[in-house]
């Protein structure tokens, strides 16, 4: 009988293979550690699992750690959530959007204009501007 042929070595090495596709999710390459680098565009995360489009609704920017940080106008953790008034004018143009991940889409309106998306005079108020007092007398 002969030997086997691993016994006369005192250590054996195991390589493991990841690959790109299963690893990575196909969109990055796999390292010997099981972690993926140089994801492609528009992916992050240790796995390349993380995007704008998907993480994020396509109105922010994903970050390695899965959370959002979302464009102007839009708020909650995935960005979902248009502010009020719509994202190009928040809160009409007269206001502050609570926007951002953590943020509610509500708004602050300014001095002057009132309702969920600021788009009325205050009581007492009337336009232009929402800085004419209907209750000065003549």
């Given amino acids: 009988p002969h030997p086997h042929p691993l016994s006369s070595r005192s250590e054996v090495t195991v390589r493991c293979t990841y690959s790109d596709a299963s690893t990575c999710s196909g969109r990055g ?3 010997n550690d099981g972690t993926c680098t140089a994801c ?3 992916w ?3 796995l390349c699992q993380y995007s704008d489009a998907t993480t994020c609704s396509g109105h922010g ?3 390695s750690d899965g959370s959002c940080v979302c464009d102007s106008g839009f708020a909650s953790s995935d960005c979902s959530v248009e502010c009020a008034g719509g994202s190009t004018t928040p809160c009409s143009g007269h206001g502050s959007c609570s926007d951002g991940a953590s943020g509610d889409d509500s708004c602050t309106c300014a001095s002057g204009y009132a ?3 600021c788009s009325a005079c205050a ?3 009337a336009t232009p501007s929402c800085s004419f007092n209907c209750s000065r007398t003549r």
């Fill in 29 to 31: 390459t796999a390292q």
């Fill in 40 to 42: 492609d565009a528009g």
């Fill in 44 to 46: 992050v995360g240790d």
């Fill in 61 to 63: 920017t994903a970050q």
């Fill in 115 to 117: 309702s969920a998306d």
């Fill in 123 to 125: 009581a007492g108020l």
